[in-house]
T-cell receptor
Framework: EPEVTQTPSHQVTQMGQEVILRCVPISNHLYFYWYRQILGQKVEFLVSFYNNEISEKSEIFDDQFSVERPDGSNFTLKIRSTKLEDSAMYFCASRDRGPKNEQYFGPGTRLTVT | QKEVEQDPGPLSVPEGAIVSLNCTYSNSAFQYFMWYRQYSRKGPELLMYTYSSGNKEDGRFTAQVDKSSKYISLFIRDSQPSDSATYLC????????????FGAGTRLAVHP
């Protein structure tokens, strides 16, 4: 069964460093998302991506964040200068075209900023 | 008022019990309703997906939507220890690219 994959599973970085989180969405899916979940809190939307551009972003997704689909399979989230409060689980999700809204999530990357 | 509200629990039940998990929402424009299951430190796994009001059954799981009350439920019959997880309700925000709005999640423990 196709699934969303993410790497790395755990990333530890120092405050101010840049990190890139990687995702491989399900191959025939067209819509891609990043969400994050701070420990003990809700899963919250960061950004959606369709047709090679950002389609929607949340207030959290400020200038420190960027997304890219560098080739036909990968989807990345970059945080330029990490802050302590960026420590969270980051989930990538994807969905197919059409009226169905079923989004499939990857296993997540746990980001720890020290 | 929060868009999606869900009692975080924890909910502890004996094996074999019927479990009822619930969410309320405020936005009457929500048309699709999802339940995800999340094991500790893992990604949300899509469990059930329903459109508009009514019931949908899949094995031991039944999802119920009452749009007039803005209330959705997930029932688990014959609960098993492997059902121990956090259950998240989620609704896509229509009018955009369907970002999901999640509830806080209810932590369920099924003990043998």
């Amino acid at each position: 069964e196709p699934e969303v994959t993410q790497t790395p599973s755990h990333q530890v970085t120092q405050m101010g460093q840049e990190v890139i989180l990687r995702c491989v969405p399900i191959s025939n899916h067209l819509y891609f998302y990043w969400y994050r979940q701070i420990l003990g809190q809700k899963v919250e939307f960061l950004v959606s991506f369709y047709n090679n551009e950002i389609s929607e972003k949340s207030e959290i997704f400020d200038d420190q964040f960027s997304v890219e689909r560098p080739d036909g399979s990968n989807f990345t989230l970059k945080i330029r200068s990490t802050k302590l409060e960026d420590s969270a689980m980051y989930f990538c999700a994807s969905r197919d075209r059409g009226p169905k809204n079923e989004q499939y999530f990857g296993p997540g990357t746990r980001l720890t900023v020290t | 008022q929060k868009e999606v509200e869900q009692d975080p629990g924890p909910l502890s039940v004996p094996e074999g019990a019927i479990v009822s998990l619930n969410c309320t929402y405020s936005n009457s424009a929500f048309q699709y309703f999802m339940w995800y299951r999340q094991y500790s430190r893992k990604g949300p796994e899509l469990l059930m997906y329903t459109y508009s009001s009514g019931n949908k059954e899949d094995g031991r799981f039944t999802a119920q939507v009452d749009k007039s009350s803005k209330y959705i439920s997930l029932f688990i019959r014959d609960s098993q220890p492997s059902d121990s997880a956090t259950y998240l309700c989620a609704m896509p925000f229509s009018g955009g690219y369907n970002k999901l709005i999640f509830g806080a999640g209810t932590r369920l423990a099924v003990h043998p």
